[in-house]
Structure formats: C-alpha cells, structure tokens
C-alpha cells in the first residue's frame, strides 16, 4: 500500500491507474523473459548497467 500510495502522489495517477500500468509493464517483463530476453537498469547516468532481476 505505501509503493502504491507513493505512486499516486508522485505520478497523480489513480490508484486504478497504478495498478493497470504495473500489470502492463509486468506482462511486458515477462514476455521479454520467456522469449529469453533480460531487462537493464542504470540508476544513474554515471551508474553501471545491472541486470534486473524479478522474483
């Protein structure tokens, strides 16, 4: 509830909105994966490229 709730008053978006969005970039994570892909991050512009990892 705080992720969520941090997100609304960040972004202004509903609370639905939120939750549509995540399953959103959730489906696209996941097919990314199952077609053996893997997803990067950089935290900052001076920050190593990770892997991200979803448990």
Not at 3 to 12: Q, V
Request: net charge negative; proline share 0%.
């Amino acid at each position: 509830m705080r992720a969520m709730n941090n997100l609304a008053h960040w972004t202004g978006y509903t609370k639905t909105d939120i939750l549509n969005r995540a399953l959103q970039i959730y489906e696209f994570v996941q097919q990314v994966v199952e077609n053996g892909g893997s997803l990067q991050i950089r935290q900052s512009e001076s920050a190593e490229l990770e892997r991200l990892t979803i448990f």
